[in-house]
């Protein structure tokens, strides 16, 4: 099962996206669940995590900035990103965490530009 993100898409600096992620039971229920990204030329990396019980790790480059909240009734995770800087241009993610390798989906981009 690939996992697939949403939401992405072309925003200025200082503006917010809403990046969506839904998922089967099976994979979300109970785990841990995270955000990724992948810039050009850089690893994918970790961005924001979640516990099944809500407590949450943030990067710090986004931490203030960013919200990860999961639905454990939907089994979606969402990505609240404010303030957005041009260093938040990537690729984005949604996976377990730890990641799962055969969970990457396409991902979606995310471009914060003037």
């Known amino acids: 099962v690939q996992l697939q993100a949403s939401g992405g898409g072309l925003v200025q600096p200082g503006g917010s996206l809403r990046l969506s992620c839904e998922a089967p039971?099976?994979?979300?229920?109970?785990?841990?669940m995270a955000w990724y990204r992948q810039s050009p030329g850089k690893q994918r990396g970790l961005v924001a995590s979640v516990d099944s019980d809500g407590r949450t790790f943030y990067k710090d480059a986004v931490d203030g900035r960013f919200t990860i909240i999961r639905d454990n009734a939907e089994n979606t995770l969402t990505l609240q990103m404010n303030s957005l800087k041009s260093e938040d241009t990537a690729v984005y993610y949604c996976n377990r965490f730890p990641s799962i390798s055969n969970f990457w989906g396409q991902g979606t981009q995310v471009t914060v530009s003037s």
């Open positions: 039971g099976s994979i979300f229920t109970n785990y841990p």
